[in-house]
């Protein structure tokens, strides 16, 4: 045993330095000592680390054949399966846990919901708020949940809880902010992106959503600034442009929407939108050029 120890001893030293030599130290050990759970631990661990999830599962099959009821390494090789997003079989070795805990109901939940069975995924989440929570992120998830549904009230209220025990954050302020968007309530939505803004929040998803909210209740100069940085974060994403051509229309802006439509011709695939949308401005251009 003192052997084992320390060649564990050695892994763990040499870890962080050079990987293969410790995965060469530890399939040494497991020939000497071949079934040593420990070892064999090590080396599941190591690959882990590693990513490399199949050469895991293997070194955690073989520590099951010594105690197939070994529900932390069956709770491991599920979550080998999860980051190799087998979702089907993450579950089950889930399944095959009798008792719940907080990381095996989300990782449960998170592989139900990839599967497209949202409606098991939001129960096992709500049967997760009855532990002991030290994060926002079962909150978060089933108000994201709430919206693939469009239970936006109900989104509201797991991100205002989220925001009561962990305190308030840009992604809160901001999964807020398009609940009340999607509900048509445009200033409680301006409030939320606002201070999701504030607090560093910084996407193109995030920009475009507050420019069009900004020109719903009249800060049409915020909108256009926005929807422009939108474009600059995602410059070959489609709606960016659209979104900006239409506000441009709907101002008779028409000389902006089309040095805008120019640059997604250069950007992005010309699709039938914007195809539509060009024709609509130079139908205008033609019209103002005649009168």
Same mark, same amino acid.
């Given at each position: 045993m003192d052997k084992i120890q320390n060649i564990?001893?050695?892994?763990?030293y040499h870890r962080n330095r050079n990987w293969l030599q410790v995965r060469a130290l530890l399939k040494n050990g497991l020939n000497e000592f071949r079934d040593n759970k420990e070892l064999l631990l090590a080396l599941a661990e190591l690959y882990m680390s590693k990513k490399l999830f199949r050469k895991a599962i293997e070194q955690y099959h073989r520590v099951l054949e010594q105690n197939e009821n070994d529900e932390s390494v069956i709770f491991q090789i599920g979550n080998c399966f999860l980051s190799l997003r087998e979702f089907r079989l993450a579950l089950d070795y889930y399944n095959r846990i009798p008792d719940? @805990?907080?990381e095996l109901l989300y990782n449960k939940a998170f592989s139900y919901s990839k599967l497209g069975k949202t409606k098991k995924s939001i129960e096992?989440?709500?049967?997760?708020?009855?532990y002991k929570i030290n994060s926002e992120l079962p909150f978060v998830f089933l108000a994201e949940l709430c919206f693939s549904q469009k239970n936006y009230k109900d989104a509201i209220e797991y991100i205002n809880k989220a925001e009561e025990l962990f305190g308030k954050k840009g992604s809160i302020c901001y999964l807020r902010g398009l609940a009340y968007f999607q509900l048509?309530?445009?200033l409680n939505a @301006?409030?939320?992106f606002y201070d999701a803004l504030k607090l560093k929040v910084n996407s193109s998803h995030f920009y475009r959503n507050f420019g069009l909210t900004c020109e719903k209740i009249g800060k049409t100069l915020e909108a256009v600034n926005y929807l422009l940085q939108s474009i600059k974060l995602a410059p070959m994403e489609p709606v960016n442009y659209i979104e900006l051509i239409r506000l441009y229309l709907a101002h008779n802006r028409f000389m902006e929407a089309y040095?805008?439509?120019?640059l997604a011709?250069?950007?992005?695939?010309f699709s039938i939108t914007l195809s539509m949308l060009y024709n609509q401005i130079m139908d205008k251009v033609?019209?103002?050029?005649?009168s």
């Open positions: 564990l001893w050695q892994a763990k719940g @805990y907080p096992i989440l709500q049967e997760l708020l009855k048509g309530n445009w @301006y409030v939320e040095s805008m439509v120019q011709k250069k950007n992005v695939p033609n019209r103002s050029k005649k």
